[in-house]
């Protein structure tokens, strides 16, 4: 496989340094030296292993677009930014044929959806870019399809654990609600108890202090209407290591996808998954 350029957007964020270093890490990718980033950013420029990279505020994104495309062209985008971005950052990617990958969770993901096929764009969506996370939901997914109602009346109870810097309810929470109510459960998302102070979760919930800024912990509890049985699944993660190797993949598959000439298809980490891991 050819070298495919990336543009990776949200860095100086601390999950864009993440995902920027298994890049930079990998042969067959080069991360091309800009980033969109936010409001908030005043620096021009940061460093991933001594790169500089230009940091690009939200009033010049389109306008710069061009000069990109001039140098760097063909590139697939790497979305890492902020809840509140997801929706326009899309709609410039769209309307400028920018491949793109969506790891930011948060936004209206139908619109986000036919922003991607109404453009004839192709993007891979995912609410978390971890393969192994990514398997379990499979994993839910067919038990949901395959035993509707397996835990009706029983209660549900999902608790999740993020840095203090995380502004939304985990997507990962969020999609296994969905599951839960085909098995049976009349579950919200707006019940899902949402933990950011990390005296808390250092302290009630266990989570290592060195990895206080940065984890993922997440457990979904289902007791039977007499309370004589419980079921409890849980995935901690601490660091954010593992969502690199899932963004590396993703962009590798959705490269594949651009050189086949799909167009206006959107793809899951399922998808990526399924592709085999010789991406």
Known sequence: MSTISVMLN?????????????????????????????PDIDAP?????????M??????????????????????????????????NAD?????????????????RDTLVRSVTDSGNLAVIAPNMA?????????????????????????????ESHQAGK??????AKAMVTYFNRMGIPFTTDQIEK?????????????????LAGHAWHTYTLTSPDGTATFEFTHNINGRDIYGEGTRDAVRFLADKVQSGEKGQVY???????AGANL
């Open 10 to 38: 949200g860095l100086p964020g601390n999950v864009a340094r993440v995902i920027a270093d298994h890049i930079m890490a990998d042969p067959a990718l080069n991360l091309i030296p800009f980033s969109f980033t936010g």
């Open 45 to 53: 420029h940061c460093h991933v292993a001594g790169k500089p990279i």
């Open 55 to 88: 940091l690009i505020r939200p009033e010049a994104h389109d306008s710069m677009i061009t000069e990109i495309l001039t140098g760097h062209a063909p590139f697939i985008t790497v979305d890492f930014t902020h809840p509140t971005a997801v929706n326009a």
């Open 92 to 108: 410039l990617y769209c309307r400028r044929g920018l491949p793109f990958v969506m790891g930011t969770t948060g936004g209206d």
């Open 131 to 159: 393969k192994q996370i990514v398997g379990f939901q499979a994993m839910m997914a067919h038990a949901a399809e395959t035993f509707p109602n397996l835990f009706k009346d029983y209660r549900l109870a999902i608790r």
């Open 167 to 172: 502004a939304d309810t985990s997507g990962t």
């Open 195 to 211: 933990e950011r102070d990390p005296e808390r979760q250092a302290n009630t919930w266990g989570v290592p202090p060195e990895h």
């Open 268 to 274: 899951s980490m399922i998808d990526v998954l399924k």
